[in-house]
């Protein structure tokens, strides 16, 4: 698929996931997408977790309120940030910002290669989510869990949904 096609094709994927891990060699890739994102001043702060292993990964699976795809993923990665962003010269930072831009690139790293993944980021907020998958990685206390990404080849057909047209969302000037 080219560029466009990617961007075209990718949507969020909540049903179930295959039990089979992607290779680590794809989740590297698709890490790698996320790593490559631009960042603010280039200050590159969001860090990753590429978390495969099959124990931490059914934890994660078991916790509650998530939907179909987070309960089956075989594999997730999370974007983390520090947790009290340190301010530029500019008296604001850009860690919303760059954490974004890393996991939408993930996303279309995921589906340019066929698998399906969906943006985590609300449930992560809520029952102290973020700093149990925190620490069940072993993750630094000054850092924070902002998004959490299940990747994995889809079970169910679904259709992205439908988007605006061009013309409802574009003025051009």
């Known amino acids: 698929m080219d560029f466009f096609e990617v961007a075209g094709n990718r949507f ?3 049903k179930k996931l295959n039990a089979a891990a992607p290779p680590l060699d794809d989740l590297r ?8 994102a631009p ?4 200050a590159q702060t969001t860090g990753f977790l590429i978390i495969a292993d099959p124990d931490v990964v059914k934890k ?3 916790m509650p309120g998530g939907n179909e795809a987070m309960s089956t993923a075989p594999a997730f990665i999370a974007c983390h940030v520090d947790r009290v ?3 530029s010269n500019l008296d604001y930072e850009f860690v919303v910002e760059d954490c974004a831009a890393a996991a939408e690139n993930i996303l279309l790293g ?3 290669l066929g698998y399906a993944a969906v943006w985590i980021d609300g449930w992560l907020r809520t029952g102290n989510r973020a700093d149990a998958i925190s620490e069940l990685c072993s ?3 000054e850092r924070v869990i902002r998004i959490l ?14 988007k605006k047209s061009f013309n409802e969302r574009v003025r051009i000037i």
Not at 29 to 36: H, M
């Open 12 to 14: 969020s994927y909540r």
């Open 139 to 141: 993750l630094d206390s």
């Open 110 to 112: 995921a589906t340019a």
């Open 29 to 36: 890739k698709i890490v790698q997408a996320g790593v490559d």
């Open 149 to 162: 990404i299940p990747v994995g080849k889809p079970l169910e057909e679904h259709p992205r949904r439908e």
């Open 39 to 42: 960042s603010g001043k280039n």
């Open 85 to 87: 962003p340190n301010k």
């Open 60 to 62: 994660i699976n078991t």
